[in-house]
């Protein structure tokens, strides 16, 4: 490929990123810690960031004794602590009490 190509190509490339980038926007508890996009994001381009990555930062929930109180989400007799973060926790949406597609529970997801 001649380089003129190759620049044209990295410039489309770079723009198409940058517009893409542009329209996530982080929860404002990880904006605050100052992370960046590359904390979750190991992989580019941008693939949804794995479970694993999370707990890279936060400890898994059945270690910390206190969680927070019961019923707990973080380790609920039918998944115990199997089940994916994002069920509740997005990123760039608003997050969602997974439990109360069957309960009522009363918390809210930050
Ligand atoms: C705290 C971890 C975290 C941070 C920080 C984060 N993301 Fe994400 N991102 C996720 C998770 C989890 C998903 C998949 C589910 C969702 O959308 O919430 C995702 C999904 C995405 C997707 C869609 C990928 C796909 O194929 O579904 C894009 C694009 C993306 N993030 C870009 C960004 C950018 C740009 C930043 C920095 C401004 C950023 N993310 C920061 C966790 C994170
Ligand atoms: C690079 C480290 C890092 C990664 C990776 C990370 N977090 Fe965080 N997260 C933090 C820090 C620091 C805070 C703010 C201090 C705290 O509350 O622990 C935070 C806060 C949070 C909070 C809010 C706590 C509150 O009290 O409101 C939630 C929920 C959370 N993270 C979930 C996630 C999820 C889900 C993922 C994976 C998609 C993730 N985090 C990935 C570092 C990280
Ligand atoms: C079934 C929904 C659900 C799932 C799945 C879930 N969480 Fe949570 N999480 C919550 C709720 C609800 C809170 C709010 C705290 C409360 O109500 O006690 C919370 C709070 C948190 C907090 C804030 C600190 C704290 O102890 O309150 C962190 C950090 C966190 N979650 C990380 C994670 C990580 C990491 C995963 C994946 C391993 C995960 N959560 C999976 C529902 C969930
Ligand atoms: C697909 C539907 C469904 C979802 C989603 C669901 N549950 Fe349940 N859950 C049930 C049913 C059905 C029962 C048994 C009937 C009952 O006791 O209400 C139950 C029972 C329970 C019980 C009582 C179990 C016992 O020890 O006897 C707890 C606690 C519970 N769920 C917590 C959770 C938590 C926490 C979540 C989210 C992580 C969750 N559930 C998500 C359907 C669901």
């Known amino acids: 490929m001649d380089k003129k190509l190759i ?28 992370l960046n996009c590359a904390d979750c994001h190991i992989s580019k381009p941008f693939e949804a960031a794995p479970m694993e990555q999370c707990l890279t930062c936060h400890e898994l929930p059945q270690k910390k004794q206190d ?24 990123e760039h949406e608003t997050s969602e009490n997974f439990c109360n597609n069957c309960h009522e529970f009363e918390f809210n997801v930050p």
Request: charged share 20%.
């Open 7 to 34: 620049l044209t190509l990295l410039t489309v490339l770079t723009l198409f990123f940058t517009h893409y980038a542009s329209a996530k926007t982080m929860k404002s508890h990880h904006k605050k810690a100052g």
């Open 67 to 90: 969680y927070h109180g019961a019923p707990d989400k973080h380790d609920s007799p039918h998944y115990g602590v199997e089940l994916e973060c994002e069920n509740c926790h997005a």
